[in-house]
């Protein structure tokens, strides 16, 4: 375990001590009513840190920190005390550091210790020793057992996971579109071989696999069989085609995203298996373009990102659900603020404002526009899996 690995774990175990109060203030305040508490995303580190306060074992380690942690400071305040009294001629801070340097073994020198002095050194020799021996290999301990029981609790709640996201790269794109999947409650895991990375991920609350997401291991290791989307979003061109061609070869019914930075990268990362390959810079580009000939246009759809905007989404018809068998045009009249902007059979066929007399079948994809709220009534009533964007 590395030293940054120390002082982190060090770190979130006094958060756990000192910051309960305000963790409930985050669980039952203004960010629980921003994002779902039922989302697996949104809180992960927040409800991870509720369930380790009723977990007895941590409530032991807890414990035992705050008392290793008073011994040291009991047997260095004596220690100080007591070099104060037997060598009248030194300052707190010489006593201070031949008391450390005694209870340590380090022992530069005897700093002209008188007779008394040396007689109270053996005897902080003896307990100081001990004392300091046994609270620091008691906080190693429990720092490297919290350690293994974050970790096998973030596997355990990886495993837990189904029709979930795989972000395979917490890079600048990664971040924005992790972001956006905890703002809509997706369940996702993020699998980030950059350890400054994937710390950052880790400290944001999302769940997330330290490894490369070209080791099929670490693919399986997030749950990529059952996996609904698979986003490739690494930096390399030639990592993205073989983490999509990995992907497709173990969850072939897994949508696949890809980014590709290079035009020649595009035919092959639908070769490799990706139903939907982007560019950033193209997409970049495009929009600018599109802002410059249509202006009034971009703005309209600039503006659906905000809260009194409208917005774009998707439902799939399911078996059950109560879309099978009714006309467009039964179920526009009773839902005359949503447009029904196109429609995508089972079979593959789009078609833009479906006709009145269509009747919707199971597999089909309707394509949605209205407000939010309006369109959360609509997928709510209907039994839609697809999250409605929220403004947060």
Not at 122 to 134: E, F, N
Request: net charge negative.
């Amino acid at each position: 375990m590395g030293c940054h690995d120390t002082v982190f774990f060090a770190f979130e175990i006094w958060q756990d001590i000192y910051l309960s109060k305000y963790e409930e203030l985050l669980l039952h305040g203004s960010l629980g009513k921003c994002l779902p508490l039922d989302s697996e995303t949104m809180s992960v580190a927040l409800r991870s840190r509720s369930a380790v306060l009723l977990d007895p074992v941590e409530v032991e380690n807890r414990r035992r920190m705050v008392r290793c942690l008073a011994a040291l400071a009991l047997v260095i305040s004596l220690g100080t005390a007591g070099f104060l009294i037997t060598e009248e001629h030194w300052s707190l801070w010489q006593s201070l550091f031949f008391t450390l340097i005694t209870i340590t073994t380090v022992g530069y020198s005897d700093e002209g210790v008188s007779v008394q002095g040396k007689q109270f050194a053996m005897v902080l020799l003896l307990v100081g020793i001990g004392t300091t021996t046994y609270c620091m290999s008691s906080l190693v301990q429990i720092i490297i057992s919290r350690q293994l029981r974050w970790k096998r609790k973030m596997k355990n709640q990886i495993e837990r996971l189904s029709d979930h996201v795989i972000v395979c790269g917490y890079g600048r794109v990664g971040r924005t579109v992790c972001r956006q999947l905890a703002q809509h409650g997706v369940p996702f895991v993020v699998i980030e071989q950059n350890e400054h990375h994937y710390r950052e991920a880790v400290e944001s609350g999302f769940l997330a696999l330290h490894g490369s997401a070209t080791d099929d291991q670490v693919l399986l290791a997030a749950g990529v069989k059952k996996a609904r989307t698979v986003v490739c979003l690494v930096d390399s061109d030639a990592e993205n085609v073989f983490i999509a061609l990995s992907a497709r070869d173990l969850n072939p019914k897994s949508f696949i995203i890809c980014r590709a930075e290079s035009e020649s990268a595009i035919g092959k990362a639908h070769r490799a298996g990706a139903r939907m390959v982007v560019s950033p810079y193209f997409a970049a580009g495009s929009d600018v373009a599109q802002a410059i000939l249509r202006p009034n246009l971009a703005q309209l759809l600039e503006h659906h990102h905000s809260s009194q905007g409208f917005d774009l989404t998707e439902l799939t018809v399911e078996p059950d659900s109560p879309l099978v068998g009714r006309t467009v045009a039964e179920v526009g009249r009773a839902n005359d603020t949503v447009v029904f902007v196109a429609l995508k059979s089972a079979d593959g066929q789009t078609i833009v404002r479906p006709p009145g007399e269509l009747r919707f079948q199971s597999g089909d994809v309707l394509f949605l526009a209205g407000t939010r709220e309006d369109l959360a009534q609509f997928l709510e009533a209907h039994g839609s899996k697809v999250p409605v964007p929220s403004a947060c």
